[in-house]
Structure formats: C-alpha cells, structure tokens
C-alpha cells in the first residue's frame, strides 16, 4: 500500500518538472533575446548628446617676468651718485616667478556627431585652484660717492602671482573611431590673475655733494591686485567613452592678457622717500612703477572623468 503511494508521488513529481523545464527555457531564451534598449540606444548615439564632467590638472610651471622701478632704490642709469640695488651681478629690482600648481575643473557641453567619424561641440569649462610662484627682489649695493665714505644700499622684497580661476568657452572638433576620439579644441574665456608686491628700500639712500649733503632714504612698496583677464585657450587630448561614462586625457595651454599700462597707473606714487634737509623737516618724493609681461601663459595636463545623459 505504502510502496504504491510513494510510486505515484514519484510520477508526479517527474510529471511536474518535466513540464517546468520548458517553460523555464523558454523564458531564458525570451529574456536573452530582449535587447538592452539603454546599451543600443547609448551605442547608436556614441558621443553625441549633453555632458558633465570634471577632473583635475597641473600647471607646468610659466615664467613670468617682473621688475619694479622706483626712481630711487631701482632707477636704471639715470640717476647720478645710485646704481641698482644689485644681488648676484644682476639687478635686484627684477625677478621670475614660475607658475605652477594643482587646480580643479568642471565642464558642461554638448557634442554633434554619431559613433563613428566627424564630432563636433561645445564645451564651458569653469577652473578653481592655485597657480601661483613668487620672484625675490632686492640685494645690496656698494655706494662710492667722491667726498662721501662709501656706504651700502640694501633692499629686500618678493613678487607673488597666483592664476586662481578661470571660466572659458571651447569648441571641439574630433573624430570617433574603434572606440576612441582624439580631438582638439579652441576658445575664449577670463583667467583670474592675483599679484602682490612687497618692497622695502628704507635700507637704501641716495646722497647728493652740496653743500650741503642731502641724502634722501628709500620707502616702501605694498601692494595687492586682482583682476579678471581675457584670455584664449588651445587644447588637445583624446577622449575614450565606456558606455555613458568617458574618460579624457589632454593638455591645454591658456594665454592670458595683463597690460602692463594698468600695473603702472595703479602702482604710481606708492613709493615715500625721505630728504634730509638743514631743518631737519622731512619732504616726499618719487614714484614707482611695476613693469611686467602683458601675457600670461599657462601649460596644464588635465584628466576627466564624465558621463553623457
């Protein structure tokens, strides 16, 4: 009785699974063959579409050019009985200062093209971070005056600049193929430039034969600026996409333009010098000027990670 029970159990239990497993393949060769409509549709567009990304870059370091002219401390060849303050043979009234450092980017942009060949688009690219480098000024002179006991003229300073910021507008031109797109760019945009100058020449003196002897002492320069500069933008890179989401690697060199016209007004009349009279009563003179390079230029290497909606 018993063994006739479990043998009819047994049979429907092979009944049973001999009728599930056709409908569990039949359901697995459904489900493999419903495509996923996200892959195709990402596949067929390539690259084109909106963008957001954002990543990090170096700035190889740029040479800017500095110096300061007083008409005192730093007067060139035309004042009589002062030369230069002069450091290591060179002029202590000019310096180099290497811009360089890590900055982050963001960007937004929009690309025209399919999976394969001719892309082109639009991109706004916005940079925060630091730039920067300073120059040393200043050194000692020997001063030899005839009737005069020779002295030294020492002064001391340092020039800072710091690109911190920077907002650009590009268009891209590239070509998709086997998975890949190297392209180049060009724009327009604003570099933030921040320049500070501290110079100390109160350790410095020009003395004239009278009678009687005036001797007039230098003074100080302290003085901040920060203006937003126009500024062209040329890269290069190539740009490798896994689906919706894409790696970038490319360089980028920026221009700057900083007129030194405006340096000059902003600065005039800074510099306080002191001449010694009979009365002892004291009187201003001089002025001084910042003389730099009008461009500023940036090299960076940039790498972005992004994804594409």
Known sequence: MVRHVLLRLFALVVCLVGMALPAAAQRDIRQSAIPDFDAVAAANRGVGGFYLAAGLAYGLPSKRAFSLVDGFACPGVGVPYLGPV?????????????????????????????????????????RLGREGGNGRLGGSTLVSIPGLAAYTNTASGAYRGNLDAGLALSGRLGYAFSGIMPFVRAGLGMARLAEQVDFDATGARSCAVGPPVTCTTGGVVAWRQTR???????????????????????????????????????????????????????????AATLRAENWVVTRRIMLTGGFRF
């Open 86 to 126: 002069s450091l290591g043979g060179a002029s202590g009234c000019s310096t180099t200062a290497n811009l360089a450092g890590l900055t982050g980017h963001a960007m937004a942009g929009w690309n025209f093209g399919g999976p394969n060949g001719l892309v082109t688009g639009l991109e706004l690219r916005g």
């Open 228 to 286: 937003w500069l126009p500024s062209a933008v040329l890269g290069a890179g190539i740009e490798v996409p896994y689906g919706r989401v894409f790696v970038r690697l490319d360089g980028e060199i920026e221009a700057a333009f900083s007129p030194s016209s405006s340096l000059m007004r902003e600065l005039a009349g800074q510099l306080v010098t002191v001449t010694g009279t009979p009365t002892g009563g004291p009187s201003t003179a001089g």
